[in-house]
């Protein structure tokens, strides 16, 4: 259950009204990352030595855990300039645009 609600926090539309960075900032998508791929490599060794009827339930909760990884959010790195909000990448592409946008070099 809680990896289906992770993955509906990840999977919010782009037309919603719901804000994915209220759930999600640079240490949390990291940490999570961190969990699934714990997770995942746990099913999988387990996958080695199930049973059939075992085999079907991990196979179910793996390919959950993949669409959860798929998911996830970018990370983001906001601008800090007052009034400017634009959202980035990477520091390489933020760097850039402070230099060209509002005349900071770093």
């Given at each position: ?30 940490k999570l990352e961190e969990v699934l791929e714990s997770l995942g490599d ?65």
């Amino acid at each position: 259950m809680a990896a289906k609600a992770l993955h509906n926090m990840t999977s919010v539309k782009s037309d919603s009204k719901v804000n994915v960075s209220t759930y999600w900032n640079n240490d949390t998508i990291k940490k999570l990352e961190e969990v699934l791929e714990s997770l995942g490599d746990e099913l999988d060794s387990i996958m080695d030595v199930a049973s059939p009827s075992e085999l079907e339930e991990i196979q179910s909760l793996r390919r959950l855990i993949n669409a959860l990884n798929n998911d996830i959010p970018e990370p983001i790195i906001c601008c800090q300039e007052e009034k400017c909000g634009r959202k980035f990448k990477n520091q390489e592409e933020l760097e850039s645009h402070m230099s060209r946008r509002h005349g900071i070099k770093k």
